[in-house]
């Protein structure tokens, strides 16, 4: 099994472009997660999905920001106008069952830095 | 705001000694686990213990959960280089919170060889 893989690795870009993020999960784990780390809040949940249908999205931060599961092997986080406070690492993770209650498989990040 | 806290910040001690990271939260959980991050890396499972347990083992690691305190110990024994990494807890509660996981702010764990 390749893990949870996110694409870009590493994205550079101004202000104000829009930005997005892609994650393939663990094939057949039905929950998927994005979280977002920066040094000062640490490591924040943004949303999550069950079965492609997103539960919870308390943690997007605002309109800026969206997340799709078109299917279950494919997401999305799009950032757009960004701005350069959105510069952190954003991880994908994935699990079989709620994350309640089996452990959460985190691919290896994106780091976005918003100049 | 973040649901454990981790205690020491930053550790550093020598190759083969123990080191030990502590864990405390707020609310009721019905798990907690710990992760490992290595510098650029994403996070890696270490170990779930469940509310109803006190202890669990895994190889080299050994986690204590005392629900009374809204506590946990990480250990790590005979510790080596390679465990240098950042080490986080993360709770989960049950209820209408089931989906949500909450790291705290971690450990940075440095093994001098």
């Known amino acids: 099994d390749a893990g949870v893989i996110q694409s870009p690795r590493h994205e550079v870009t101004e202000m104000g472009q829009e930005v997005t993020l892609r994650c393939k999960p663990i094939s057949g784990h039905d929950y998927l997660f994005w979280y977002r780390q920066t040094m000062m809040r640490g490591l924040e949940l943004l949303i999550y999905?069950?079965?492609?249908?997103?539960?919870?999205d308390s943690g997007m931060p605002e309109d800026r920001f969206s997340a799709k599961m078109p299917n279950a092997s494919f997401s999305t986080l799009k950032i757009q106008p960004s701005e350069p406070r959105d510069s952190a690492v954003y991880f994908c993770?994935?699990?079989?069952?709620?994350?309640?209650?089996?452990?959460?498989?985190f691919g290896n990040g994106t780091r976005l830095t918003v100049t | 705001s973040q649901q454990g806290e981790e205690d020491p910040q930053a550790l550093s001690i020598q190759e083969g000694e123990n080191a030990t990271m502590n864990c405390s939260y707020k609310?009721?959980?019905?798990?907690l686990q710990w992760y490992r991050q290595n510098s650029g890396r994403g996070l890696v499972h270490l170990i779930l213990?469940?509310?109803?347990?006190r202890e669990k083992h895994s190889g080299r690691l050994r986690v204590t959960l005392d629900t009374s305190k809204k506590s946990s110990s990480l250990l790590i024994t005979a510790s080596r280089a390679a465990d240098t990494a950042s080490y986080f807890c993360a709770t989960g509660a049950g209820g209408t919170s089931y989906g949500k996981l909450t790291f705290g702010q971690g450990t940075i764990l440095t093994v001098h060889p």
């Open positions: 609310t009721s959980i019905n798990n």
């Open positions: 999905f069950n079965n492609n249908v997103p539960i919870d």
């Open positions: 993770a994935s699990s079989f069952g709620g994350q309640g209650a089996t452990p959460l498989h």
């Open positions: 213990i469940r509310s109803n347990e």
